[in-house]
């Protein structure tokens, strides 16, 4: 049965447009003239439809909000379900919420999602305890998850393993897995969902060289669980896939690092050290596989890119079959800017705080108590920014303007504090399977079923990473086996 949700918009402003003009917003239309002048505009939105119906296209509310008043990226505020967040729309007023650490905390974030994944308080507040020190045990321990994952010695153990278990699973007499639809009388020919198949290769890869190929004797569903919660895991709190941190000798330093760390703070119980090691598990898997696919799919579906990323890239494979990862990164500019591109048209990334003092940012006071979004992805579109094709993917876009990867309004993987330490291995990942898959094999689309269409975003879901195909857009391929 349906619901009345009630969903109200303020925007932080005194002055009513001098233009009025009818606002429509999720379908509706209202006039602003019939407001009333007072401190802030109050919008209220009827939706009738079940609750999850309310939360459909998020990104889609922040743009109307930014767009009801001109564009002006001016912070406003969103009242859903009772609970008012203010929207941070410009990259000026993101620098400025970066570098307010004390009004406006991250920790109490982390400490909701721990919850979310089942650890009690008593547990969390261990973690976050300053009773020793400046920094507490989850400051210490994103400090060593940033040694594991920047450029290093540490990395370069871990992608070794992780780069080699992908190379493993790439070779014709390795492809198993329910991924693969039919299979050619002579074996050297199959039908495979893309989706599946990116799934399937990365997560197993990273499984195995951040927790060690143990970890599938305590939880042998361990992937097919992975993907169940991966997909549902929008509408927290859920039941999440149970496995404990033990036995697994052949992990990686992190996760031995996490463990010894939650042994000194007393954190014993299974139950408890479960969830944060399946944090981890998700913070690793759940982005890169669906960067795979965006990559694939608009390769496949533009012969003249793929011939393109083809010609640029084929210097990198070795006479032995294997890949030079140091050329890919050093002299394939051109698959740099492809990779960008996939990154700021398929990706939703939103930064969070919660205010803790009054604090400005721009022109406008937030009070404490409310909770703060960056939306990166109103500033990944921007005209002014990235040029007047801004919504249209450009493969060339990053390479003709090589200044827009440094740009403050270019956030993939947030910044500042929260800038997300595995974009190194994100990208030496996504480029391993990409350029493998395109020189290994003979891709093409399937289309048995009839014409291939390209897979469109599901921009429905508030996942705040890159974002999946709609339901049945997971395209269909023919993958040969190559004669090299």
Known sequence: MGK???????????????????????????DPCSWSKCESHLLTIVVFGHVKGMLMNASDVFTRGRQYFGNSREPFTLTIMGEELYIITSPEDVLAVYRETT?????????????????????????????????????????????????????????????????????WENMSGPMIQSTSEDNNELSISLWEWCGHVLVDSATRAFFGGAIYRISPDLLKDFFVFDEQSWKLPYKYPYWAARDMGDASWIVKELERGMEDLGIEEEGQKSPLMFLLYRLVNTNAYRLCFWCLAHLLFDQKLLDSIKEETKGAIQPDGTLSMPFLLEHCHFLSSFYEEILRISNDPIGTRIVKQPVTIGNRTLLPGHRVLMPYKQMHFDPVVFGSNAADFDSRRFLDNKNLVRSTSYRPFGGAATHCPGRFLARREVYMFVVLVIHRFDVELDTKGGEAKFPRLDETVPSGGVLTPIEGDGVVIKLIRSKI
Do not use: C
Not at 14 to 19: D, H, Q, T
Not at 145 to 154: C, D, S
């Open 4 to 30: 009345l949700v009630v969903v109200e918009v303020h925007f932080l402003t005194s002055i009513k447009p001098e233009s009025p003009t009818t606002v429509s917003i999720l379908g509706s239309s209202y």
């Open 103 to 171: 009004a406006l905390e991250f920790d109490p974030i982390v400490q909701e999602i721990l919850g979310d994944f089942g650890v009690r308080k008593e547990t969390s507040n261990k973690m976050f305890d300053r009773s020793y020190g400046d920094k507490h045990w989850m400051d210490l321990s994103h400090t060593n998850f940033k040694l594991q994952m920047h450029p290093g010695e540490k990395l370069e153990v871990l992608q070794s393993t992780f780069l080699g278990n992908i190379d493993h699973a790439l070779k």
